[in-house]
């Protein structure tokens, strides 16, 4: 098994490097510790018991971890509850943690993800320096440009002709898809408050592209594409890595030890795979690839007498600058029947709020966007459920007027990062390896919940001037830990003493040692979905390696 | 999903104790026989989701067989099953009746209402919110109980290709 560079980990990240390597005519291993999704086998979307069924289901797509304690919710913030009206509130007087969203598997999160494919707002990758908080990202949007049009034409990106926050040196290559006709009512309402409604950039094909089909509007993206016409990085960036030659994927493949040398390189990596047995390869890359969660759990574990504090910590900035979803969505009954559960998740988006200075006395920005698919209300289940009250023949007739006639309105925005809210490892748990757990801790500090504030007011007004009755359900992030994009952890950064990994993701200690996931991100931007800049940095560390390989500096 | 019959379970399980003590009818009854809850649980189905014009109704979609399962597979479940069980057998004999299933329909209506308004974490409470929770769970997942709600899904093979035009009527 011979490669030049190894990676760990197959979601957005792990696999755009390794397209960018084999494309580039680099040979490259990738282990995945999660199996090939194969919709054959379980997509479910085509049966009528479809909404019982989560995706990924099983735990072979889960990795394990654990939460430290969660912060007690003050009655300041009563306001940022979340509730529905038929089951009450999602809380108790502590936050509750739900749940780190993630898949595990030769894809990762984008098995899961909805499509979003954003560029970072080029003022949030200046946060430190233009607004004093968070950091600065060591390079400039310019410098990722080309990257994003790279990933974008992989994938086959549906989008808006005009982006005037975003420069573009190339249009997107597909067009941006309709808005669904509910899309439509949200989008009046935000003309009737004088805010804007545009096609969101999708990686969902509007069009044929490169031999998969268009969208056919069924909405579930979140519960895996069984058509392939959503950009997940299985069968765009791993496919065409695959097709190079140059590139080998082995799934359930579970690193066990990464080893640090006595120089300045990783000495070994091992791992089991399958069928429980053990392998060790001595890489003359590696690249990790595992999340905001997992790679810093990684780094940690792997301490050694050539790195006591841990793989790449000698800044003990490993697990550090966590920063996870900030979100909101309301969600309400309209008068007129909508056929609100059909269309893509999440086709049209308000940026008026996105960039760092759009809200008054609050750094940080915010994006809202259509929320129904997104809060799963869009299946009979999930309505006869939350939305229809009662029981008996009342609620047979509540879902009679109901269904269909939801709209939701979602927000995300930007997370700062803060003391209490990092990465490490739990050291009372392990995995069937003997590998220590990551384990999460949390806390939102005021200017977080001042940005919900505004973010949850806002989808409450969109709504009202949407013409909805009063909200059913509202879910946040402020009483319930519930992170589907994690950011920091390893950031990159010119100051060896406040990051791990320099400009081009390669850790200012070892080598030949790199990262390629939104660990490296020094800030998560004002609610942009992290795929397209995690892949468009990982293409960039690539295609840097590649240089470095052609140089024998590697 | 935020809020789950597991975690309505989980999150009056605290209390469930006390409400058993709480509801539990004073007077000393033998246990019902089992083919008794059997048919009490099914009656008590088809009164918490009818059937309709439209709706061929929880048990014939096969809901009890499901929740039944549940019960068996979930000691939690079972226990407050059979304190529920006892609460409504009481309060079929304080109507003068014999068994829950035997009762006309509008007092069948009358206990589960009764139920339903039952304090937060008493038994009748909880398990008319896990039986209903899990009953809509079950029922909706069956493309019989679609009639009437213009839902042309499952969402594949198909899609929703018109879904940028206003839904059609039926």
């Known amino acids: 098994?011979?490669?030049?560079?190894?990676?760990?980990?197959?979601?957005?990240?792990?696999?755009?490097?390794?397209?960018?390597?084999?494309?580039?005519?680099?040979?490259?291993?990738?282990?995945?510790?999660?199996?090939?999704?194969?919709?054959?086998?379980?997509?479910?979307?085509?049966?009528?018991?479809?909404?019982?069924?989560?995706?990924?289901?099983?735990?072979?797509?889960?990795?394990?971890?654990?939460?430290?304690?969660?912060?007690?919710?003050?009655?300041?913030?009563?306001?940022?509850?979340?509730?529905?009206?038929?089951?009450?509130?999602?809380?108790?007087?502590?936050?509750?943690?739900?749940?780190?969203?993630?898949?595990?598997?030769?894809?990762?999160?984008?098995?899961?993800?909805?499509?979003?494919?954003?560029?970072?707002?080029?003022?949030?990758?200046?946060?430190?320096?233009?607004?004093?908080?968070?950091?600065?990202?060591?390079?400039a949007y310019d410098e990722l440009e080309r990257f994003y049009v790279e990933a974008e034409h992989l994938i086959g990106v549906a989008g808006p002709l005009h982006d005037r926050h975003r420069p573009r040196s190339r249009g997107y290559p597909l067009p941006p898809h309709a808005h669904s006709y509910a899309s439509q009512r949200i989008g009046s309402a935000c003309a009737r408050l004088g805010m804007s409604w545009s096609p969101n950039p999708l990686a969902i094909l509007s069009e044929p592209w490169q031999g998969r089909p268009g969208c056919n509007y069924c909405g579930q993206c979140a519960r895996g594409c069984p058509r392939a016409d959503k950009g997940s990085a299985d069968v765009t960036f791993i496919a065409q890595a695959q097709a190079s030659g140059r590139c080998t994927v082995l799934a359930r493949s579970h690193v066990t030890a990464i080893v640090p040398g006595d120089g300045d390189r990783v000495d070994r990596v091992s791992w089991v795979d399958a069928d429980g047995a053990e392998h060790s390869l001595r890489p003359r890359v590696l690249a990790l690839a595992c999340g905001a969660v997992q790679?810093?759990?990684?780094?940690?574990?792997?301490?050694?007498?050539?790195?006591?504090?841990?793989?790449?910590?000698?800044?003990?900035?490993?697990?550090?600058?966590?920063?996870?979803?900030?979100?909101?969505?309301?969600?309400?009954?309209?008068?007129?029947?909508?056929?609100?559960?059909?269309?893509?998740?999440?086709?049209?988006?308000?940026?008026?709020?996105?960039?760092?200075?759009?809200?008054?006395?609050?750094?940080?920005?915010?994006?809202?966007?259509?929320?129904?698919?997104?809060?799963?209300?869009?299946?009979?289940?999930?309505?006869?459920?939350?939305?229809?009250?009662?029981?008996?023949?009342?609620?047979?007739?509540?879902?009679?007027?109901?269904?269909?006639?939801?709209?939701?309105?979602?927000?995300?925005?930007?997370?700062?990062?803060?003391?209490?809210?990092?990465?490490?490892?739990?050291?009372?748990?392990?995995?069937?390896?003997?590998?220590?757990?990551?384990?999460?801790?949390?806390?939102?500090?005021?200017?977080?919940?001042?940005?919900?504030?505004?973010?949850?007011?806002?989808?409450?007004?969109?709504?009202?001037?949407?013409?909805?009755?009063?909200?059913?359900?509202?879910?946040?992030?402020?009483?319930?830990?519930?992170?589907?994009?994690?950011?920091?952890?390893?950031?990159?950064?010119?100051?060896?003493?406040?990051?791990?990994?320099?400009?081009?993701?390669?850790?200012?200690?070892?080598?030949?040692?790199?990262?390629?996931?939104?660990?490296?991100?020094?800030?998560?931007?004002?609610?942009?979905?992290?795929?397209?800049?995690?892949?468009?940095?990982?293409?960039?560390?690539?295609?840097?390696?590649?240089?470095?390989?052609?140089?024998?500096?590697? | 999903m935020p809020f789950t019959r597991r975690q309505v379970l989980t999150l009056t399980g605290t209390s469930l104790l006390l409400s058993i003590f709480a509801w539990w009818p004073r007077r000393e009854h033998p246990p019902e026989p089992v083919s008794r809850q059997e048919d009490a649980l099914r009656a008590w189905l088809d009164t918490l989701l009818p059937a309709e014009a439209d709706f061929p109704g929880a048990v014939a979609l096969g809901v009890s067989e499901r929740i039944a399962a549940a019960i068996a597979r979930e000691p939690a479940y079972a226990r407050l099953t059979a304190a529920a069980m006892a609460w409504l057998a009481a309060r079929t004999r304080e109507a003068g009746g014999t068994t829950f299933a035997a009762l006309p329909e509008a007092r069948r209506v009358d206990m589960v209402a009764a139920a339903a308004a039952s304090p937060e974490g008493s038994t009748p409470r909880t398990f008319f919110q896990a039986t209903l929770d899990d009953a809509l769970f079950h029922v909706y997942a069956d493309a019989r109980s679609w009639t009437g709600l213009a839902y042309a899904g499952p969402p594949q093979p198909i899609g929703f290709p018109d879904q940028a035009a206003a839904p059609r009527s039926d």
């Not at chain 1, 299946?379 to 609620?395: K, Q």
């Open chain 1, 1 to 139: 098994m011979h490669a030049d560079v190894l990676i760990i980990g197959a979601g957005a990240g792990g696999a755009a490097c390794a397209w960018a390597l084999a494309s580039r005519g680099v040979r490259v291993l990738v282990l995945e510790s999660g199996p090939w999704y194969d919709p054959v086998r379980e997509n479910r979307l085509h049966l009528p018991d479809w909404e019982q069924h989560a995706f990924p289901e099983g735990k072979e797509y889960q990795h394990a971890y654990t939460f430290a304690q969660m912060q007690a919710l003050n009655p300041q913030w009563a306001e940022l509850r979340s509730w529905n009206h038929n089951l009450g509130q999602a809380a108790g007087d502590t936050r509750r943690a739900l749940k780190y969203q993630h898949v595990r598997g030769v894809g990762g999160s984008t098995l899961h993800f909805v499509g979003e494919a954003h560029r970072l707002h080029p003022a949030a990758m200046r946060m430190a320096s233009r607004f004093g908080v968070g950091a600065d990202w060591p390079m």
């Open chain 1, 295 to 554: 790679t810093p759990r990684l780094l940690l574990a792997s301490a050694n007498a050539h790195a006591p504090q841990g793989l790449a910590n000698e800044s003990g900035q490993v697990g550090r600058n966590f920063m996870e979803t900030l979100a909101w969505a309301s969600s309400a009954l309209h008068p007129d029947a909508l056929g609100s559960h059909r269309g893509v998740p999440s086709d049209g988006i308000c940026w008026d709020f996105n960039a760092p200075d759009a809200i008054s006395g609050t750094p940080g920005g915010v994006r809202f966007s259509v929320g129904m698919a997104e809060m799963d209300l869009a299946g009979p289940i999930n309505y006869a459920r939350r939305v229809a009250s009662g029981w008996g023949r009342a609620h047979r007739a509540a879902m009679r007027n109901s269904f269909g006639r939801v709209l939701s309105v979602a927000s995300v925005g930007e997370f700062l990062p803060n003391d209490g809210t990092y990465i490490d490892l739990d050291p009372h748990a392990r995995d069937a390896h003997g590998l220590a757990l990551a384990r999460i801790h949390s806390r939102i500090d005021e200017p977080e919940l001042r940005r919900l504030v505004f973010m949850a007011g806002k989808c409450r007004e969109i709504l009202q001037a949407a013409g909805t009755a009063k909200p059913f359900e509202e879910f946040g992030t402020y009483d319930t830990f519930n992170a589907t994009h994690v950011f920091g952890t390893c950031r990159m950064g010119t100051d060896a003493r406040h990051s791990v990994v320099n400009k081009v993701c390669r850790s200012h200690r070892w080598r030949n040692l790199f990262i390629v996931d939104a660990s490296v991100f020094p800030s998560s931007g004002g609610g942009e979905s992290p795929s397209l800049t995690i892949e468009a940095l990982a293409i960039r560390t690539g295609a840097h390696i590649r240089d470095l390989l052609a140089k024998r500096e590697l």
